[in-house]
């Protein structure tokens, strides 16, 4: 199993950002997605989920409005769409299919000016 995770950088408050998730090793499409966070110092967060089929989603309080969560799983990859992206949005990213499997790398996202 592997999760792949890029698409991470310095940006500009304001500014945008799209994460991707490349999966394999494991049946994506009937895997719920998670993304997670973990800025220096602090506890790794849920940011993002979105169920079989994308048919639902849900998303941190604090990113609500801001944050996207999709999938396409011809490509069996999960992305996060990151809008209006603040200081506090500094972390790095992680995708996640489950406790079952591994975390990836991570992807570094930083909001500064």
């Known amino acids: 199993v592997q999760l792949v995770e890029s698409g991470g950088g310095l940006v500009q408050p304001g500014g945008s950002l799209k994460l991707s998730c490349v999966t394999s090793?494991?049946?994506?499409?009937?895997?719920?997605m998670r993304w997670y966070r973990q800025a220096p110092g602090k506890e790794r967060d849920m940011v993002a989920f979105?169920?079989?089929?994308?048919?639902?989603?849900d998303y941190l309080d604090s990113v609500k409005g801001r944050f996207t969560i999709s999938r396409d799983d011809a490509k069996n990859t999960v992305y996060l769409h990151m809008n209006n992206l603040k200081p506090e949005d500094t972390a790095v990213y992680y995708c996640?299919?489950?406790?079952?499997?591994?975390w990836g790398q991570g992807t570094q996202v930083a909001v500064s000016t």
């Open positions: 979105i169920s079989i089929g994308g048919r639902s989603t």
């Open positions: 090793g494991f049946t994506f499409s009937t895997s719920p």
């Open positions: 996640n299919a489950g406790a079952r499997y591994p």
